[in-house]
């Protein structure tokens, strides 16, 4: 069993920055990928980043990449998202998650957090 607790979301204005965390405790964080996904209200659970389980090999959906940047410290048992030139359209709910996958979609993921609610202004 593994918890997962996200933290750092809060409201930003457009091409602002923020960094998430996401801290685990429990079972052997270091062995796990680990994963950010978004949800919108009315949307579907999208992915956003994902790193393997080493930190050394990351994921990004189109719509992010070269603006977030996702890190994993074994050290601390935590994972970041760095997110930068934030824009409205990333206003969502984020979630990380974790799995011994190197798929992409939600189902594959076994662990997840409660989520940490991003807002962007325009």
């Known amino acids: 069993q593994v918890q997962l607790v996200e933290s750092g979301g809060g409201l930003v204005q457009a091409g602002g920055s923020l960094r998430l965390s996401c801290a685990a405790s429990g079972r052997a964080f270091s062995s796990y990928a680990m994963a950010w996904f978004r949800q919108a209200p009315g949307q579907e659970r999208e992915f956003v980043a994902r790193?393997?389980?080493?930190?050394?090999?990351?994921n990004y959906a189109d719509s992010v990449k070269d603006r977030f940047t996702i890190s994993k410290d074994n050290a601390k048992d935590t994972a970041y998202l760095q997110m930068n030139s934030l824009k409205p359209e990333d206003t969502a709910v984020y979630y990380c998650a974790v799995g011994r996958t190197s798929e992409l979609i939600p189902r594959r993921y076994e662990y997840w957090g409660q989520g940490t609610q991003v807002t962007v202004s325009s």
């Open positions: 790193v393997s389980w080493t930190g050394r090999l990351a």
